[in-house]
Nanobody, 124 residues
């Protein structure tokens, strides 16, 4: 029912900014929440942000919610993740994810649909 395609990953210096885009294709009349999940090498998956079909936002960690923002442009079928003040700790593969609703805890990220992921690398 849902196709997700991420873009915008790359290499950025510490303190820099980067925007990630998720192109969303929904083949039915169902509404979906769209989020971002990241996974660094050797670490568990971690929720970043999620935005519902009504544009309500779910946060997973204070360190990210203060530096990252998520927005949704339904007319263009795009969800944008804006990342500021990046540090090497933000280096990870970032996945666009979707389900009917946002999951509320990073300990349980059972999103039904996942994109292929885009690599973000932050240098010192």
């Amino acid at each position: 029912q849902v196709e997700l395609v991420e873009s915008g990953g790359g290499l950025v210096q510490r303190g820099g900014s980067l925007n990630l885009s998720c192109e969303v294709t929904i083949y039915t009349s169902d509404t979906y929440a769209i989020g971002w999940v990241r996974q660094a090498p050797g670490k568990e998956r971690e929720g970043v942000l999620c935005i519902s079909s009504r544009h309500d936002i779910t946060t997973y960690g204070d360190s990210m919610k203060d530096r990252f923002t998520i927005s949704r442009n339904d007319a263009k079928n795009l969800v944008i993740l804006r990342m500021n003040s990046l540090t090497p700790e933000d280096t990870a593969v970032y996945y666009c994810v979707a389900d009917r609703y946002c999951y509320s805890r990073t300990s349980y990220l059972g999103y039904k649909h996942w994109g292929q992921g885009t690599q973000v690398t932050v240098s010192s």
